[in-house]
């Protein structure tokens, strides 16, 4: 055990250090320097850092612990990348050009351009920032397991959190969006390494091959592996109904608004969204060793542990280590944009905005945020973990919200009003969370987040028609650059 500690301690180390000496220079720039990197990053960086936050802890524990659990249900997290995908590549180009034209940092910067209102974009920056910071939390459960296997519950989880994250939040504060870039880099070469190597080593040493394991599954999972798997209501309607809510939210998570900022060009965005599919891959491996855990260590093991109780079994104290490395990473750099942006949205959009400060005074709040809020998330955590689950519950149906606002009136439709994109808002998730927290995620066979998306969007479509009216010459310049989409190659 000491071995493994102690590697990670010092991989944990030399990452901090490679963020802060890859991204001090811009960090120390300005706010557009610290968050979106000048607006001239590469489709290799971005396809990784883009990578980082979609492959976090959950791809690398979270998705074999959800094979392990409930079965079937657990395809519907491949196919709804597939889709996301599929979208990224035709609106991060937009989101760009609009953010180059206007100077956008941030999601809310976009939605208060589009609508002409400080108000609405201080709303969403408020709203959207408070559920970030539960969704950090993922990454501290992540962390929490990773400890919890490798002590054999001897070691604190709140003291191994608590020197995590404040590592992570130094390194972010120092390095900015290129730090944590290559960062990125190292850790997703470390999960691909160390999950693909699990991904072979299991079926030989368990099974005996690729061949008896599928075989097995057959034998001995039986009715496990399809829809509704070990739920009762997961069904065909259900996985259709999560795949198109999830999968049009993918984008809605306003750290990702940021990434796209950073490219040096919408063909760098479109670039790196043809090679993202091949991360699938990384989903499929994960999900098959979930199957294989269920044969292996039987029904009794928390979903979180398999992988790491897997890789625990199957290799030598040096190549563990390796694995738990591994596994750290990537619960702690995928935080890092998350963290900055929570604090970006509330020092600029909120405190920013409502008070009229400069941009100097912005980003040195924006900065000094990054600790106290990396604290909260860790607090929250610790403290009300009962609570927290309950938040992450609605979190992707939340966020998937602001697609009609900021999608389809944000970048399609001219007639779209501040009016209606706020109601349409408020409807979703009045109706989404009045669902989940009442226990009724599946409602008639459907996935309660998509019901709730389609009131928002019929709220948002009648709303703005009732109070649309001529719209000013900001907003019109601002929608005539859809057009123009084509001929901005010159950014």
Do not use: C
């Amino acid at each position: 055990m000491e071995t493994v500690i102690v590697s990670a301690a010092v991989a944990v180390i030399l990452l901090t250090i490679l963020g802060m000496v890859t991204g001090a220079k811009e960090s120390q720039a300005s706010l557009a320097g610290w968050l979106v990197h000048r607006r001239n990053m590469g489709p290799w960086l971005i396809w990784f850092l883009l990578g980082t936050e979609i492959y976090t802890a959950f791809t690398f524990q979270g998705l074999a612990g959800y094979a392990y659990v409930k079965g079937g249900p657990v395809f519907y997290n491949v196919a709804l990348n597939d889709v996301a995908y599929a979208l990224g590549f035709m609106i991060l180009p937009l989101i760009w050009i609009l953010g180059r034209r206007f100077r956008y940092v941030t999601q809310a910067d976009f939605v208060a351009g589009r609508y002409q209102s400080k108000t609405l974009g201080s709303f969403v920056a408020l709203t959207t920032a408070i559920i970030m910071i539960a969704y950090i939390d993922l990454n501290i459960t992540g962390l929490g397991a990773i400890f919890h296997v490798i002590s054999r519950s001897r070691l604190s989880v709140s003291v191994s959190d608590i020197i995590g994250f404040f590592i992570l939040a130094l390194a972010v504060y120092v390095g900015g969006i290129r730090g944590n870039a290559w960062q990125s880099v190292i850790k997703d070469i470390f999960m691909i390494v160390a999950l693909g190597t699990l991904f072979i080593v299991f079926p030989y040493k368990d099974f005996h091959g690729f061949e008896p394991m599928f075989k097995a599954f057959g034998t001995q999972l039986g009715q496990v592996m399809i829809l509704p798997g070990k739920t009762h209501n997961a069904g065909l309607l259900w996985l259709v109904t999560t795949v198109i809510m999830t999968g049009l939210g993918q984008w809605m998570w306003p750290q990702w608004f940021g990434v796209a900022y950073t490219a040096k060009s919408p063909r760098a965005l479109k670039i790196q969204a043809v090679f993202m599919p091949l991360y699938q891959l990384v989903k499929v491996a994960v999900i098959i060793i979930g199957f294989g855990a269920l044969i292996v260590l039987g029904r009794h093991q928390n979903g979180n542990d398999v992988v790491l109780i897997l890789a625990r079994r199957l290799f030598p104290t040096p190549f563990f280590a390796f694995f738990v490395v591994a596994a750290i990473f990537a619960a702690l750099v995928p935080a890092g944009p998350i963290i900055m942006t929570s604090a970006s949205l509330i020092a600029k959009n909120v405190w920013g905005d409502l008070t009229f400060r400069t941009e100097q005074q912005i980003y040195r709040l924006t900065k000094m945020l990054v600790f106290p809020l990396t604290a909260l998330a860790l607090f929250l955590a610790l403290a009300t973990p009962s609570l927290l689950v309950a938040i992450l519950l609605v979190a992707y149906d939340f966020i998937a919200q602001l697609f009609p606002a900021i999608v389809i009136g944000g970048l399609f439709w001219r007639g779209a009003t501040k009016y209606g994109a706020f109601w349409g808002m408020i409807v979703g998730w009045v109706v989404d969370g009045s669902l989940l927290l009442s226990h009724h995620s599946i409602i008639w066979g459907m996935n309660a987040g998509f019901m709730a998306l389609v009131l928002n969007t019929v709220v948002f479509w009648v709303v703005s028609r009732l109070t649309y009216h001529p719209q000013s010459a900001e907003i019109q310049h601002f929608t005539a650059l859809y057009g123009d989409a084509p001929r901005t190659s010159q950014y």
